[in-house]
C-alpha cells in the first residue's frame, strides 16, 4: 500500500450531544502525531473532526513531520445549504495545507447519507440509521424523498463545485458500503469498510466491487473496539454504552480482548495488500471520550476503537507525558507499517 494511515479526530459531535475529544491541547496534538509518524510508521494520517482551525492545526503539524494528510471535515447532522457553506470555509482552510504539502488530500464528507440531514427520514443520524436497516422505512423514506443514492451523488456534485472553487489538490470522499457514490470526478474510490459477522464472507467481494471504477481505491475507516466479540460487530461496536447513566457505564458485562482487536487490524491490513488497495486508514489513534476506568462496568476503552487506552486522570507508562497507554494493536500495527 502507499498509504499506511491512521484516522485521528481532533473532535466531532457525537450522537449522545458531546464531543469525541473535548480538550485540545496542542502540546500533545503535536507529540501524539509525532508518535504516529516515528512510532507508529505511518506515512498518512486522516485528519477529521469539526472544528476547522483544530483541522489546520492538526494538518501542519502533520506536514512538518513529513505525513500526507487527508482534511477531512465534518458537520454531523447539519442542512445541506449549512454543510455546502462549511465544506467551501474547509476547502480555503485545506488550500493554505496544501500550498505547503501539494499532496494534501480533501476528504468532501463522511456516510452523509446518515450523518446530514435530508436524504434519509429521521432527526438524528441514529435515526437515519435505522431507516436504512429497515426495508418498510426506507421504502417510505425513498417515496418522500427519492433515492438517497441519486439525491447524495447531486449533493456530492456541488460539493465538489464549491470545493474546488478554493481548493486545487485531490479529492474523495468516505463513503458508506451501504452508497451508490458516482466516483467519475473523484481522484480516489474512498470506503469506511468494516468487517463484522454479516459481511465476513463477502467482504473481499465487496472490497474487489469498488476497483471497477478504474481509480484507487483507499480504506478511509477499518477497526475494531476492545471487547471479546467486537470482530463480529465491526462499525457498530460502539453501540454498547448506556449514555444516560451518570457516569456512562457499558449496558452488558464485556471482557477485555486486545488480541482481538489486534488480530483484526492484521487479517484487514493482508487483505488490503492482496487486493492492491491504495492505502488504508486505521480507526482510530485515540479516543478520549471512552475513557477507561474502574470498575468494569465503566470502562469505557472496551468500547473504543483506539489504538491506545486514555486516562481521565493520570498518565500512562509507556509515554509518561501523555493521558493514555498503548494497546497491543498499536505495537502489532508499527510492527506491520514499518516491515511494510
Same mark, same amino acid.
Given at each position: 500500500?502507499?498509504?499506511?494511515?491512521?484516522?485521528?479526530?481532533?473532535?466531532?459531535?457525537?450522537?449522545?450531544?458531546?464531543?469525541?475529544?473535548?480538550?485540545?491541547?496542542?502540546?500533545?496534538?503535536?507529540?501524539?502525531?509525532?508518535?504516529?509518524?516515528?512510532?507508529?510508521?505511518?506515512?498518512?494520517?486522516?485528519?477529521?473532526? %469539526?472544528?476547522?482551525?483544530?483541522?489546520?492545526?492538526?494538518?501542519?503539524?502533520?506536514?512538518?513531520?513529513?505525513?500526507?494528510?487527508?482534511?477531512?471535515?465534518?458537520?454531523?447532522?447539519?442542512?445541506?445549504?449549512?454543510?455546502? %457553506?462549511?465544506?467551501?470555509?474547509?476547502?480555503? !482552510?485545506?488550500?493554505?495545507?496544501?500550498?505547503?504539502?501539494?499532496?494534501?488530500?480533501?476528504?468532501?464528507?463522511?456516510?452523509?447519507?446518515?450523518?446530514?440531514?435530508?436524504?434519509?427520514?429521521?432527526?438524528?443520524?441514529?435515526h437515519r440509521?435505522?431507516?436504512?436497516?429497515?426495508?418498510?422505512?426506507?421504502?417510505?423514506?425513498?417515496?418522500?424523498?427519492?433515492?438517497?443514492?441519486?439525491?447524495?451523488?447531486?449533493?456530492?456534485?456541488?460539493?465538489?463545485?464549491?470545493?474546488?472553487?478554493?481548493?486545487?489538490?485531490?479529492?474523495?470522499?468516505?463513503?458508506?458500503?451501504?452508497?451508490?457514490?458516482?466516483?467519475?470526478?473523484?481522484?480516489?474510490?474512498?470506503?469506511?469498510?468494516?468487517?463484522?459477522?454479516?459481511?465476513?464472507?463477502?467482504?473481499?467481494?465487496?472490497?474487489?466491487?469498488?476497483?471497477?471504477?478504474g481509480k484507487?481505491?483507499?480504506?478511509?475507516?477499518?477497526?475494531?473496539?476492545?471487547?471479546?466479540? !467486537?470482530?463480529?460487530?465491526?462499525?457498530?461496536?460502539?453501540?454498547?454504552?448506556?449514555?444516560?447513566?451518570?457516569?456512562?457505564?457499558l449496558k452488558?458485562?464485556?471482557?477485555?480482548?486486545?488480541?482481538? %482487536?489486534?488480530?483484526?487490524?492484521?487479517?484487514?491490513?493482508?487483505?488490503?495488500? %492482496?487486493?492492491?488497495?491504495?492505502?488504508?486508514?486505521?480507526?482510530?489513534?485515540?479516543?478520549?471520550?471512552?475513557?477507561?476506568?474502574?470498575?468494569?462496568?465503566?470502562?469505557?476503552?472496551?468500547?473504543?476503537?483506539?489504538?491506545?487506552?486514555?486516562?481521565?486522570?493520570?498518565?500512562?507508562?509507556?509515554?509518561?507525558?501523555?493521558?493514555?497507554?498503548?494497546?497491543?494493536?498499536?505495537?502489532?500495527?508499527?510492527?506491520?507499517?514499518?516491515?511494510?
Open positions: 500500500m502507499n498509504y499506511k494511515g491512521i484516522h485521528y479526530d481532533v473532535g466531532t459531535s457525537t450522537t449522545h450531544g458531546t464531543l469525541s475529544r473535548e480538550l485540545f491541547d496542542p502540546n500533545i496534538v503535536q507529540r501524539e502525531i509525532e508518535i504516529i509518524r516515528n512510532d507508529l510508521h505511518c506515512n498518512a494520517i486522516r485528519i477529521s473532526g %469539526q472544528d476547522i482551525e483544530r483541522l489546520v492545526l492538526a494538518g501542519d503539524f502533520a506536514i512538518r513531520q513529513g505525513l500526507e494528510a487527508w482534511f477531512s471535515p465534518s458537520l454531523p447532522d447539519a442542512t445541506e445549504e449549512t454543510t455546502l %457553506q462549511y465544506f467551501a470555509e474547509c476547502a480555503a !482552510a485545506a488550500e493554505h495545507l496544501r500550498q505547503q504539502s501539494p499532496t494534501t488530500v480533501f476528504i468532501t464528507g463522511v456516510e452523509l447519507s446518515a450523518f446530514m440531514q435530508g436524504f434519509l427520514e429521521g432527526d438524528s443520524p441514529m440509521l435505522g431507516t436504512l436497516i429497515n426495508p418498510l422505512k426506507l421504502i417510505k423514506s425513498t417515496i418522500l424523498k427519492g433515492s438517497f443514492h441519486k439525491n447524495l451523488n447531486k449533493f456530492l456534485s456541488e460539493v465538489i463545485r464549491r470545493v474546488r472553487e478554493r481548493f486545487h489538490g485531490r479529492l474523495t470522499y468516505a463513503s458508506g458500503p451501504w452508497e451508490e457514490v458516482d466516483w467519475s470526478p473523484f481522484d480516489f474510490v474512498g470506503v469506511d469498510l468494516y468487517r463484522d459477522a454479516m459481511n465476513k464472507k463477502v467482504y473481499k467481494k465487496s472490497l474487489r466491487s469498488y476497483f471497477k471504477y484507487p481505491v483507499v480504506i478511509t475507516e477499518f477497526g475494531c473496539c476492545t471487547y471479546q466479540g !467486537a470482530e463480529d460487530k465491526g462499525g457498530y461496536g460502539w453501540a454498547v454504552v448506556d449514555w444516560n447513566k451518570t457516569p456512562p457505564q452488558r458485562e464485556l471482557h477485555r480482548d486486545e488480541t482481538s %482487536q489486534a488480530n483484526y487490524l492484521m487479517e484487514l491490513l493482508e487483505i488490503f495488500e %492482496q487486493e492492491n488497495v491504495e492505502g488504508a486508514f486505521a480507526f482510530t489513534f485515540v479516543n478520549p471520550s471512552y475513557p477507561h476506568r474502574d470498575p468494569p462496568r465503566n470502562d469505557l476503552d472496551l468500547a473504543s476503537y483506539g489504538l491506545v487506552k486514555s486516562f481521565e486522570n493520570r498518565t500512562g507508562n509507556t509515554y509518561k507525558d501523555l493521558p493514555w497507554e498503548p494497546k497491543e494493536s498499536f505495537f502489532k500495527l508499527a510492527d506491520y507499517y514499518g516491515g511494510h
